[in-house]
């Protein structure tokens, strides 16, 4: 289960994201994430991993919101763009061309932050 | 009073791993040394390979392998025998190998050699067709392996893998009379997830098609690790 993996890298990021509000401490709401389907995350595993790892940690209670984005390629034949199928081996149905050219599904984003500050350390 | 706000962070997902992974690529490129990452299902037949690469390609290049396995060292005294450094990494739960690994790895091997004098770096990635494929070691060059007794539907069910393929070998073509399998079809699958990547045949136990897998290997390292440029000659 490399979501575990994942989860950890999201960990750190959302660390040093932390340290940029320094000494104040962020009530992180929700993270978004935007997923491609042409990656290897299965996002309800990712969701399972966030919930275990976040418990008892300063970001307790957080939501990860993950935007699913769809494989779209462009055949490089004719320009349309086309959702590849892996029925057609993922070629154009246009053209029958490999699926040379990826315009989105490999996205695996951190998009941004939801939080709160005290007014005080908001400043 | 608490006041909403959102930041944008637009930064990867694994971005922890890519800075590892970048940082891994500097020292190679420092050192001038080719990293390759070798990838496939358990069983496709990565380490007999090398086992053949590494004497085939050893009057030429000077070699070392990082060797992932999730347990045991079978693999790593495998390839110590052929008389190349092995550095074995076992993984534990973890399916595949990720660039702190490797960094954890290479500290080892200096205390061995010094890398500079090394042409080339083999990653022996975990047996994993999905994993291994998202995370970034600070490989120069990704290499998937798929053994013809896998079926040539593997590149349709495992796409992403295929994807980030720099080269495919398609293994064990010796068993080839033995089994229904359509290589043409495997071939043309591989190509529709990723027309540019080289396809080669190979076969590590009748030697069929290591010829031109070592000359791909050589003209990577070649065109990778360029030589310094010589001195400005000042008058």
């Known amino acids: 289960m490399h979501e575990v993996d994942m989860t950890r890298c999201l960990l750190l990021s959302m660390h040093q994201w932390k340290q940029t509000h320094d000494p104040a401490v962020p009530a992180v709401q929700r993270v978004h994430l935007q997923v491609g389907t042409f990656t290897c995350v299965e996002p309800e595993q990712l969701q399972t991993s966030w919930r275990a790892a976040v418990v008892g940690s300063w970001l307790a209670g957080a939501e990860l919101a993950i935007e699913t984005v769809p494989l779209i390629g462009r055949c490089l034949e004719c320009g349309t763009t086309y959702s590849p199928d892996p029925d057609r081996a993922y070629r154009s149905p246009c053209c029958d061309h490999p699926m040379e050219e990826i315009v989105s599904g490999r996205e695996l984003r951190i998009r941004s932050v939801d939080y709160t500050l005290t007014t005080a350390s908001a400043v | ?235």
């Open chain 2, 1 to 235: 009073m608490h006041m909403p706000l959102q930041d944008t962070l637009g930064l990867n997902l694994l971005a922890a791993n890519q800075h590892q992974a970048e940082h891994n690529r500097h020292h190679f490129d420092a050192w001038r040394l080719l990293c390759i990452n070798l990838m496939s299902s358990p069983g496709a037949g990565k380490t007999s390979l090398l086992e053949r690469s590494l004497v085939a390609l050893a009057d030429d290049l000077a070699m070392a392998v990082i060797e992932g396995d999730m347990t045991t060292r079978l693999d790593a005294e495998r390839l110590e025998a052929v008389g190349v450094p092995v550095v074995p990494i076992t993984t534990g739960r973890a399916c595949h190998l990720d660039a702190a690994m490797v960094s954890g790895g290479l500290k080892q091997l200096q205390q061995r050699l010094d890398p500079s004098t090394l042409d080339l770096l083999w990653v022996e990635n975990v047996g994993n067709l999905v994993c291994p494929a998202e995370f970034e070691v600070g490989e120069h060059r990704k290499v998937a392996l798929l053994s013809v007794t896998e079926g040539d539907d593997k590149p349709l069910k495992y796409p992403v893998m295929f994807r980030e393929a720099d080269c495919v070998l398609i293994t064990k073509t010796d068993l080839l009379p033995y089994l229904p399998v359509d290589i043409e079809q495997m071939e043309n699958h591989i190509h529709s997830v990723n027309p540019r990547c080289a396809v080669i045949r190979v076969s590590a136990s009748s030697g069929n098609g290591l010829a031109a897998w070592h000359h791909w290997v050589r003209t990577q390292q070649a065109m990778v690790c360029v030589p310094d440029p010589s001195p400005l000659v000042v008058a």
